[in-house]
């Protein structure tokens, strides 16, 4: 690593004094996961307000401003305070606003290393249970890859985003909701998971139709149970259906035609951003 200019050392020791205030100010936080970013973002204003680079042109386009704060926050050592989140992470997230938000315009190559810069930091701090701090991160990722139009890592910032809103939610039903579409699809991000539901639907359909009718022929009821998910049984197919069995074969005519407009709406919108 090259030696630091007077200016960047100046600027990092700032954000590494407000860092450590809001690290304190989290740790005394009931539920820090949950805590809204707002007060980290005046932290960030505080430095943008004397952040004045000597220069809008960078003189290398292809590094950040501080790649030293990034390190020490992929590695961070404990704090002598006994933190719980160690502050050299969040210097790393204060750092990674700094640029992003500062007046020097970002190259492409730039872009690519302060998005991977704010996706690391936000699984370290999913890992410690910093929700909407990672949210926040993630979004930040998601906005730069974007610029590049880097659909892939987008997407996977994308899922991660969304992973952390959930988790930042008191629990309750839209937290259940929300991991509910996690273990669907991917909170959309991943429709190929909801054809294993679309197999195991299935399954416990004809599984519990086998059950409840002992009179109609297996083959039979296995063939009703596998093909009625895709396309409905008419009134003359399930006439001699035990009437349980009826109304299931409905209910899983339903819950196919849901899933699978579900799967080929996700897989259209992957499609298109390929």
Same mark, same amino acid.
């Given at each position: 690593?090259?030696?630091?200019?007077?200016?960047?050392?100046?600027?990092?020791?700032?954000?590494?004094?407000?860092? /450590? /205030?809001?690290? /304190?100010?989290?740790?005394?936080?009931? @539920?820090?996961?949950?805590?809204?970013?707002?007060?980290?973002?005046?932290?960030?204003?505080?430095?943008?307000?004397?952040?004045?680079?000597?220069?809008?042109?960078?003189?290398?386009?292809?590094?950040?401003?501080?790649? @030293?704060?990034?390190?020490?926050?992929?590695?961070?050592?404990?704090?002598?305070?006994?933190?719980?989140?160690?502050?050299?992470?969040?210097?790393?997230?204060?750092?990674?606003?700094?640029?992003?938000?500062?007046?020097?315009?970002?190259?492409?190559? %730039? +872009?690519?290393?302060? /998005?991977?810069?704010?996706?690391?930091?936000?699984?370290?701090?999913?890992?410690?249970?910093?929700?909407?701090?990672?949210?926040?991160?993630?979004?930040?990722?998601?906005?730069?890859?974007?610029?590049?139009?880097?659909?892939?890592?987008?997407?996977? &910032?994308?899922?991660?985003?969304?992973?952390? +809103?959930?988790?930042?939610?008191?629990?309750?039903?839209?937290?259940?909701?929300? %991991?509910?579409?996690?273990?669907? &699809?991917? @909170?959309?991000?991943?429709?190929?998971?909801?054809?294993?539901?679309?197999?195991? %639907?299935?399954?416990?359909?004809?599984?519990?139709?086998?059950?409840?009718?002992?009179? %109609?022929?297996?083959?039979?009821?296995?063939?009703?149970?596998?093909?009625?998910?895709?396309?409905?049984? =008419?009134? =003359?197919?399930?006439?001699?259906? @035990? =009437?349980?069995?009826?109304?299931?074969?409905?209910?899983?005519?339903?819950?196919?035609?849901?899933?699978?407009?579900?799967?080929?709406?996700?897989?259209?919108?992957?499609?298109?951003?390929?």
């Amino acid at each position: 690593m090259g030696e630091i200019s007077p200016f960047v050392a100046s600027v990092s020791t700032r954000i590494a004094r407000h860092a /450590a /205030a809001y690290t /304190a100010e989290l740790d005394a936080a009931e @539920h820090p996961g949950r805590m809204s970013p707002d007060s980290f973002a005046v932290h960030v204003e505080a430095v943008l307000d004397d952040y004045d680079p000597p220069s809008t042109r960078r003189r290398h386009s292809d590094t950040l401003v501080f790649p @030293h704060l990034y390190s020490a926050a992929r590695d961070p050592s404990a704090d002598e305070e006994g933190w719980r989140v160690p502050s050299a992470v969040l210097a790393g997230l204060m750092a990674a606003e700094v640029e992003f938000r500062g007046p020097l315009r970002l190259s492409a190559r %730039q +872009n690519t290393l302060l /998005a991977e810069e704010y996706e690391t930091i936000g699984a370290q701090l999913s890992a410690v249970g910093l929700s909407t701090h990672a949210a926040l991160a993630f979004r930040r990722a998601m906005a730069l890859y974007r610029v590049n139009e880097d659909d892939r890592a987008e997407d996977r &910032c994308g899922l991660e985003l969304a992973r952390s +809103n959930t988790r930042a939610l008191p629990h309750g039903v839209r937290r259940w909701a929300g %991991q509910g579409s996690y273990l669907l &699809c991917g @909170h959309g991000y991943r429709p190929s998971w909801l054809l294993g539901w679309v197999v195991s %639907q299935m399954l416990l359909f004809t599984g519990v139709a086998l059950l409840l009718d002992s009179v %109609q022929p297996p083959a039979d009821t296995i063939y009703m149970g596998v093909t009625g998910f895709l396309n409905p049984p =008419g009134p =003359g197919d399930t006439q001699d259906l @035990h =009437g349980a069995v009826r109304v299931l074969f409905v209910i899983e005519a339903w819950t196919g035609a849901v899933s699978m407009s579900v799967f080929f709406a996700l897989l259209v919108r992957k499609w298109f951003r390929m």
